[in-house]
Nanobody
Framework: QVQLVESGGGLVQAGGSLRLSCAASLRTFTGYARGWFRQAPGKEREFVAAVSWGGGTTYYVNSVKGRFTISRDNAKNTVYLQMNSLKPEDTAVYYC?????????????WGKGTLVTVSS
């Protein structure tokens, strides 16, 4: 069964940084976009960032632009989310996903999530 496994979450103070990783197993997702989504307590899941197969095109939600950077290493079948200048409102479970297009409705594979908690 195809798996996406996130890692790197944890507790950090406001202003700090974390780097999330998402490794894929059993398939390489050739040609697929990869993305990160998050769900805060009591809120719906929201798009955070996505990257095209080649890595040349990236997308971000406005609230993280300039603070988060998505990247991928296709040789390692892994996508990353570097999160800097973290804010308490970034607290959420972060999910990685893969799909033919970098939009939520196109994501066909999902990880189980990793918790990021930002303290004030």
């Amino acid at each position: 069964q195809v798996q996406l496994v996130e890692s790197g979450g944890g507790l950090v103070q406001a202003g700090g940084s974390l780097r999330l990783s998402c490794a894929a197993s059993l398939r390489t997702f050739t040609g697929y976009a990869r993305g990160w989504f998050r769900q805060a307590p009591g809120k719906e899941r929201e798009f955070v960032a996505a990257v095209s197969w080649g890595g040349g095109t990236t997308y971000y939600v406005n609230s993280v632009k300039g603070r988060f950077t998505i990247s991928r290493d296709n040789a390692k079948n892994t996508v990353y989310l570097q999160m800097n200048s973290l804010k308490p409102e970034d607290t959420a479970v972060y999910y990685c996903a893969a799909g033919p297009r970098p939009t939520a409705d196109a994501m066909a594979y999902w990880g189980k999530g990793t918790l990021v908690t930002v303290s004030s």
